[in-house]
């Protein structure tokens, strides 16, 4: 299979001569695909070109070509459906479990005191991340406010069928408006089930600098969204909002949600006072929140997802604790008295803080030195064990392949969109040659 590229994510039209993989001789079917598939399915430039024209590209502090060469993915990734199905599943495990009281009592034990308070919402975008294994997907790791869902919708809006072969899979793809629906009717549902009623009239899309945030495009695109739905919009700084005489408001307009990006996930820092007191007096609708991360996205939380014994005490069913004991890498909090135990195993495993995000702080046992070993025994990680990422071909016959996961978007128990993640490294990132967020294409 041959075709004719330029360099990763500077894209000259695809010509390829063939594009269906040989029959696997191991693995799956999309393994076979993943391996031998070197069909672009995404016109990067033109993508990047619609982007800006949706955002204004006034609004933005230069093209994305020159600020986020590596967001985007020309390549997609295939998996199967008996695969999407697996993550689907233990998606709905998760949300389950979480109900229970007792597995309630048990993560808010850890968790910092602001998580007690229960504002009666779930909150909006748990991102459930999954690595390809020859077992089945395994749940990596769990994420609250998980970016990148417009992001790869757009992407996948954006998916060009190269060959007949992309083309018979691409059919069951879900449209952007459809999308942008799906994620406005999971707002309004936390709206509604907060208590309030009718829509809310203005909304904040509250982040630390927000024009320094690397996803700062998606904040725009989530302000367009809002304005489609009739909200005023506002992409501001938490020292933007000014909390006083039970109103939460920026420019003196009440603000009645918030969309919360922010990764001080329990709201500590002095400069997030204002909205930290605004949530807990249910001022606005904040969203996701503190207590949602508490349960959800703590990494100590897998420990208890994936264990049978902790599974059975909470009271979850048996096809439940089947589900989730098999899809979860067996993982431990990190204890000093276990140093000998966890540096003797350590090539088999991945260290990761337990409020982790983005990779940020986390190391694969076989990196490891003693340095940084001692860090982490000092407190604040979780161990667990190691398993490998699925990997794809990339464009160029000469380049290393790129390793991916597949993150699940999900509300309520419910998967809303797929998308994959390429990378070289350690650990995810967004500067590998041919990296960024990927198309995911189930094969029947």
Known sequence: MTVAVNRPNELAPVVAERCA????????????????????????????????????????????????????????????????????????????????????????????????????????????????????????????NAGGALLAGTLAE????????????????????????????????????????????????????????YLYAEFLLFARLFERFGLRAFTVDPAALDYQGGALRVDGEPIDLVYNRLTDFALQAPGHAGLRAAYLDRAAVITPHPRAHAL???????????EETALRRFGASSATIETLVAAIPRTEAVRAGEAERLWAERKRLFFKPYAGYGSRGAYRGDKLTRRVFE??????????????????????????????????????????????????????????????????????
């Open 375 to 444: 860090e982490i025994l000092a407190g604040g990680y979780v161990a667990q064990s190691l398993v490998p990422p699925a990997e794809r071909i990339a464009l160029a016959e000469e380049d290393m392949p790129l390793k991916f996961d597949v993150r699940n978007y999900a509300y309520a128990g419910e998967v809303q969109l797929l998308a994959a993640r390429l990378w070289r490294g350690q650990t995810t990132n967004f500067r590998s040659v041919g990296g960024g967020f990927a198309p995911v294409f189930v094969l029947p």
């Open 158 to 213: 954006a998916q060009r069928a190269c060959c007949q072969e992309v083309r018979a899979v691409m059919h069951d793809q879900q449209s952007l408006a459809g999308l942008e629906r799906r994620l406005w009717e999971m707002f309004l549902a936390e709206w509604r089930v907060a208590g309030r009623d009718g829509a809310p009239r203005t909304v904040a899309i509250v982040d630390d600098d927000p024009p320094g945030q």
């Open 296 to 306: 959800f996205a703590d990494k100590r939380n897998l420990a208890l997802l994936g």
């Open 21 to 144: 993989p040989p029959e696997p001789q191991r693995g799956s079917v999309a393994d076979a695909w993943n391996q031998a598939c070197r069909c672009a399915s995404v016109d990067l430039a033109a993508l990047r070109d619609e982007m800006e024209r949706r955002l204004d590209a006034d609004r933005l502090p230069a093209t994305l070509a020159e600020t986020h060469p590596h967001l985007f993915s020309a390549l997609p990734v295939f998996i199967g459906r008996a695969h999407a199905n697996r993550m689907a599943a233990v998606t709905a495990a998760v949300e389950t479990v979480v109900s229970l009281p007792a597995y309630r009592e048990a993560a808010l034990a850890y968790a910092p005191e602001i998580a007690r308070h229960d504002p009666g919402t779930r909150g909006v975008f748990l991102g459930l991340d999954f690595h390809v294994s020859v077992d089945g997907p395994k749940l990596i790791e769990i994420n609250t």
